[in-house]
C-alpha cells in the first residue's frame, strides 16, 4: 500500500512540473514524450518482473519498480554527445543508458546499454493509461 501511495505522489508531482516554453524548444521531442507519464516494461532482452514501470520526472529523478520487486528512485541525465539518450545513475554510478529510438502514442521503442559491459538489448514502453492493480503473484 505504501509504494503505491508513493507511486501516485511521484506521479502527481511529476505532472506540475512543467518546462518554460524556451526549455521545451531545448529539448527533443522524443525524450520530452517520455515525462507525466507512466511506462510499462512490456518487452527487454530478459523477461521484465510482472508490472515493471518506470516514470521518468523532469527533474532527473526516474522511479523504477514491479509487483515482485521493491523500487528503486534513481536519477537520470541527458547525454551531451547524443540528445536522445539518458544516461541512468544508481547508487552514485552510471549504470546504463537509454537511447529513444522511436515514439509513437503510448508506446517509446529504446536500446538499453548496461555499462560498463555495453550490453545492448531493443525495450519497449508502453504507457498506461487506465487504472493498474499489480496481479497475486504464484505463491
Known amino acids: 500500500m505504501r509504494i503505491a501511495r508513493a507511486l501516485c505522489t511521484v506521479f502527481a508531482l511529476s505532472t506540475l512540473c512543467c518546462l518554460s ?46 509487483c515482485a520487486e521493491t523500487y528503486r528512485i534513481a536519477t537520470w541525465a541527458r547525454d551531451r554527445e547524443n540528445p536522445d ?8 554510478r552510471v549504470t546504463q543508458s537509454l537511447t529513444v529510438t522511436s515514439v509513437a502514442p503510448g508506446v517509446a521503442h529504446l536500446t ?9 538489448s531493443a525495450l519497449t514502453l508502453k504507457s498506461i493509461t487506465k487504472e493498474f492493480v499489480c496481479p497475486d503473484l504464484p505463491k
Open 112 to 120: 538499453q546499454t548496461l555499462l560498463p559491459a555495453k550490453t545492448q
Open 21 to 66: 516554453p524556451a526549455e521545451t524548444s531545448k529539448k527533443s521531442a522524443s525524450i520530452a514524450s517520455l515525462f507525466g507519464r507512466i511506462w510499462n516494461i512490456t518487452q527487454s532482452a530478459s523477461q521484465p518482473a510482472r508490472g515493471s514501470i518506470y516514470i521518468f520526472l523532469q527533474n532527473g529523478t526516474l522511479l523504477m519498480t514491479s
Open 85 to 92: 539518450t539518458l544516461r541512468i545513475t544508481e547508487d552514485g
